[in-house]
C-alpha cells in the first residue's frame, strides 16, 4: 500500500517542494513522518491536506492543492511518508504474490462500479543503486458500458430529457450514430465475453438502421461481432439489439464501434446508442 503511494508521488510535482531529508519550499517527508508517527489518524488528516492544501502546519507557505487525487491515492502517498519514520517499513500487502482473490463488494449492491486493482513491487536497491519500483493496474468493469463513457471517437453526445422517446422514463445520454462515425473504449478488456447486448434508438424515416460493429484496435481492425440494428416500421422508441462475438478475445485492447449503412449520403444518421452489454454466455 505504502509503495504504491510512493509511485504515485513521483508522478505528482511533489518534489518541486519536497524532498525525503531536507528542507525544500517544504518540510522533509522524514519530518512529517517524524512528527505523526505516533498519531492514527494521520493518514486521514495528510490525505485531506494533500488534496486540499493550506498552510499554517509548516510555516506559513501554503500547500497547493491536488484535486486531482481520489481520497484513495492520496491516503496511499500519507502512507508512504508515515513509512518513513525512524523504525517504521513499508506495509506489508496482507496478500500473497500469487494467489487468487474473490471480490463480493458488488454483490446486491445497487451502484455500477468498477473494480481497481493494483499491483507494486519495491525494492531496497542496494549501494547507490537506487531500488526498482513497478506497479501495474487492472480494471474491472461493469458489464453493462454507457455509450457516451467512450474515450476517443468521432461520435457525438446527446442528452434526452426523460420522455423524449415513448417509454424513456429518465434522462438518458446517448450516442448520435452517425454513417461511418466510431467510439473507441480504451484498453477494453473481452477476455471471457460471449455476447454482446445494446440498446438502440428506433424511429423509421428519421434513424435509418445498419449495422453497429465492434472491431480490435483499429477503426479497419478485426471484427469481433456485429449487431443488426433493425429500422422498424410504425414503431418509435428504444429497442435491444444483440448478438454472439465471433470469436473469442483473450486481452486489453482498444474497442472501436463503428456505425455502418449502405446509403451513399454521408449524413445518414444509423441509430443512437444508449449502452452495450457484454454477456459471459453466448445467446444463440
Known sequence: YASIGKTLMNGSDCIACHK???KSIGPA???IAERYAS???APEMLANKIINGGSGN???VAMAAHP?????EAKQIAEYILSLAEGNALQKSKYPVA???TSDAHIKSKSHGTYVMTASYTDKGGGKIEGLNVQQTLLLRYPKVEAESFDEGSGSKMNLPAGTTPGQDEDMGIIIGQKDKFVIFKNFDLT???AVRGRFGVAPGILKGGTVELRLGSLDGELVATIVVEPGFAEFGIKEFETDLSKSVDSAQDLYVVFRNEDPDPATIVTIMDWLEFLNKPIK
Open 20 to 22: 525525503e531529508k531536507g
Open 29 to 31: 517527508y522524514i519530518d
Open 39 to 41: 498519531d492514527s489518524k
Open 58 to 60: 509548516w510555516g506559513e
Open 68 to 72: 486531482g487525487l481520489s481520497t484513495t
Open 99 to 101: 494467489g487468487t482473490y
Open 192 to 194: 471471457g465475453v460471449k
